[in-house]
């Protein structure tokens, strides 16, 4: 396990979608070879988050449920540069280095919706 300390704060929007997955058959179809592991060093800013954290179970769970992918992409359309599947897909987060910068998100998705 690797413990990381940044020293920024965040942000967290959480999208929760109607539909829901199956956490067995998100696992089912996951690729174990294409599971790449990250030698980095622990993020020190915000901004290094983006290539240190990852989700191995997206792409699976993106291919039971493309309506997954339309979340990624609303989210990345409203402003969103850092994005992640929470779990096997019960939800998606993008985080932020402001307050502002997560609200201006939000209201940007919603106004798309």
């Known amino acids: 396990m690797v413990k990381t300390t940044i020293s920024v704060p965040y942000f967290c929007l959480i999208i929760k979608p109607d539909f829901g997955l ?10 174990l070879t294409d599971h790449k592991h990250s ?31 339309g979340i990624f992409k609303g989210l990345k359309n409203s402003g969103s540069e850092l994005m992640l599947l929470s779990g096997s897909g019960s939800a998606v987060f993008s985080l932020h280095s402001s307050k502002q910068d997560a609200l201006n998100c939000a209201h940007n998705l919603l106004e798309t919706e």
């Open 22 to 31: 199956s956490t067995a058959k998100v696992y089912s179809h996951l690729s």
């Open 39 to 69: 030698n980095q060093e622990t993020p020190r800013a915000f901004g290094d988050l983006k290539t240190f954290l990852r989700n191995d179970l997206e792409k699976p769970a993106c291919l039971l449920e493309p309506a997954l992918k």
